[in-house]
């Protein structure tokens, strides 16, 4: 069993850099595969960034690419997201989620950081 819980969401301005992190219980957490995701209003919940146990295997929405880093510290249980040249279209609910090895699925999710980016 894993508990999410997200911080540093806000409001900012285009052109602004945002980090959100995401706290995680459990002592199994090295092994879990770490994600972010985000809904925007009116739309659904789509895929940002995930990264891999040990860190060393990332990927990315091509809409996110080159500007948002996603980046975990086992030691303390955490996932962060680094958002840079936010974008108004980046606005949106970020969600933490955590897939086990042993399912390979997004079985436990956060509760949610608000993102606002102003034009």
């Known amino acids: 069993q894993v508990h999410l819980v997200e911080s540093g969401g806000g409001l900012v301005h285009a052109g602004d850099s945002l980090s959100l992190s995401c706290a995680a219980s459990g002592r199994t957490f090295s092994t879990y595969a770490m994600g972010w995701f985000r809904q925007a209003p009116g739309k659904e919940r789509e895929y940002v960034a995930t990264i891999r146990w040990s860190g060393g295997n990332t990927n990315y929405a091509d809409s996110v690419k080159g500007r948002f880093t996603i980046s975990r510290d086992n030691a303390a249980n955490t996932v962060y997201l680094q958002m840079n040249s936010l974008k108004p279209e980046d606005t949106a609910v970020y969600y933490c989620?955590?897939?086990?090895?042993?399912?390979?699925?997004?079985?436990?999710w956060g509760q949610g950081t608000q993102v606002t980016v102003s034009s």
């Open positions: 989620a955590a897939s086990p090895i042993t399912t390979s699925t997004w079985d436990y």
